[in-house]
Structures are given as structure tokens and as C-alpha cells.
């Protein structure tokens, strides 16, 4: 029927307005970290600063990047690298060798420069890799410049604490791709003007559909109104009927009483 078919296609609108939303809200950073490589493999963590707040919060079901919720995201995210080292800058005083590592949930960025100083970000399937890059090599001129002379002889996660307003601040900017990524820019334009019309074209599709259940009711009414009108019809024709045959009936009893009254007279007068 109209009805059925329109409430499933309406039922599929939704689904894909809930699919839009949750693609979208895949594109965020969760978490920022540096690391000290040492002798090509050997990594040292020097500071952590959780964008997300809590990493049970963000992991997948497997753990396949980060190696299961029993693990801190950094020393997951270390053994990541440990695996894949990126090759160092070209040029000293910059970072380069950038790798992306994806699982089912999430991505990790990282890169590192002639030194050893390598920076990581880890994000949702959605963010853009570019911008992952362009972002920590903002934040290696910047960490370079508040932090560069710590970082040879830093311990594990002793950077942490001094680390946290840099981090955080890089992590806010880039968190909001609208504000670093034109093409991200337009793009969610054109992610909330397909949400806006497909919430119009649900709400039409409701109109549609409650418009055809007035006209079926006005319909229903209609022939309602039809069936009482031939019934009253029917009705006035059996009351003529009924008046007819009171008619006949009186006319016959006048007539009978007239006879009956007139019949003995006249034979009495002719006698």
C-alpha cells in the first residue's frame, strides 16, 4: 500500500540522516604524543595529552591498534611505531618520514626529524591524513621552540606537565577542520545541506503522507454521505408509500361509511 511504502521510505531517510551524523562525528582527534628514538628502534615516551580524555572511550571492540584496553593508548601507540619507525627529515630541524597506521576505529600519524624527536597524533577514520600531517608540522616548530633542549635528555613521560598547553592548543586548532582545511570546510557545508534536505525530504514525505490520509478520510466521509443520502431517499419513497396506502385506506372506510349509510335511505325512499 501508499502508507506502508511511504513509512519505509521515510524509515530509510532517517537510517541515512543517522548515518551522515555518525560519518561526521568519525573525524576528531583523540590524542597527541611524543617520543625520543633512540639507536633506530629503541623509543622512549616523553609526553602524552589525551584530547578525548579517556581512551576506553575511542577504542575498538578488537584493539587492534592499540593492543586491547589493558594497554595505555601510548605505549600502544609506541609499539606502533616500534613496528613501522618513520624515516628521519631530510633536513635537520624538520620532521618528515610521515606513516599513517589504520585499524578498524581509528588512525595514528607520526613523523619524526633527524634528531629522533618524533610527534604522533591519533584520530578517527574521518580525519583528514594531510591535515594530520600540516598539523604536526605546526606543532614541531612549536615544540622545538618551547621544548627542543629538553627533549634529549627528558625521561619517560617527564614531559608531560610542560608539554600540556602546546599539545592542547594544537590539539584544540586542529580539532575543528573548518578552521584549518578549506576543502574540509566545504565539505561539511555540503554534509549539513544534504542532512537539511534529507530532514525536508522526510518532512515532506510525512506531509505527503498524512495529506493522502485526510483525502482517504474525506473520501470514506464522502461515500458515508452517499450511503445516508440513498438511504433517506430510500426512506421518503417507503414513508410516500406508507401515506399512499393511509390515503387509499381512509377513502375506502369513508366510502364504506357513506354506503352504509346512504344504501338503507334510498331503499327506504323508493319503498
Excluded at 69 to 78: M, N, S, T
Excluded at 206 to 220: L, M, P, V, Y
Amino acid at each position: 500500500t501508499k502508507f506502508r511504502f511511504y513509512n519505509e521510505l521515510n524509515r530509510i531517510q532517517k537510517d541515512y540522516i543517522l548515518l551522515i551524523k555518525l560519518t561526521m562525528s568519525d573525524n576528531k582527534i583523540r590524542c597527541a604524543i611524543t617520543y625520543r628514538i633512540e639507536n633506530g628502534s629503541a623509543l622512549t615516551m616523553l609526553a602524552k595529552y589525551d584530547h578525548a580524555s579517556q581512551y576506553e572511550a575511542h577504542s575498538d571492540a578488537s584493539g587492534v591498534l592499540y593492543g586491547g584496553k589493558d594497554k595505555g593508548y601510548a605505549e600502544a601507540v609506541g609499539i606502533v611505531i616500534t613496528n613501522d619507525p618513520p624515516s628521519a627529515g631530510i633536513n635537520e630541524g624538520t620532521i618528515g618520514g610521515f606513516k599513517v597506521v589504520q585499524s578498524e576505529a581509528h588512525q595514528v600519524v607520526y613523523g619524526s626529524d633527524s634528531a629522533g624527536l618524533c610527534l604522533a597524533v591519533v584520530t578517527g577514520l574521518s580525519y583528514p591524513s594531510r591535515i594530520a600531517v600540516q598539523m604536526l608540522t605546526e606543532l614541531y616548530g612549536q615544540y622545538m621552540d618551547t621544548l627542543g633542549l629538553q627533549v634529549k635528555s627528558a625521561t619517560t613521560n617527564s614531559l608531560s606537565k610542560k608539554s600540556k598547553t602546546v599539545l592542547s592548543t594544537i590539539c584544540t586548532k586542529y580539532d575543528d577542520l573548518s578552521n584549518v582545511d578549506k576543502a574540509s570546510s566545504l565539505t561539511a557545508k555540503v554534509d549539513e545541506v544534504k542532512v537539511h534536505m534529507q530532514d525536508n525530504i522526510s518532512t515532506m514525505l510525512t506531509n505527503i503522507d498524512k495529506a493522502e490520509h485526510i483525502s482517504d478520510q474525506a473520501n470514506q466521509l464522502n461515500e458515508q454521505a452517499n450511503v445516508f443520502k440513498k438511504k433517506s431517499t430510500d426512506l421518503k419513497k417507503q414513508m410516500r408509500c406508507k401515506d399512499m396506502k393511509m390515503t387509499i385506506i381512509l377513502v375506502f372506510l369513508v366510502l364504506a361509511i357513506l354506503a352504509s349509510i346512504l344504501i338503507p335511505l334510498i331503499l327506504k325512499a323508493t319503498k
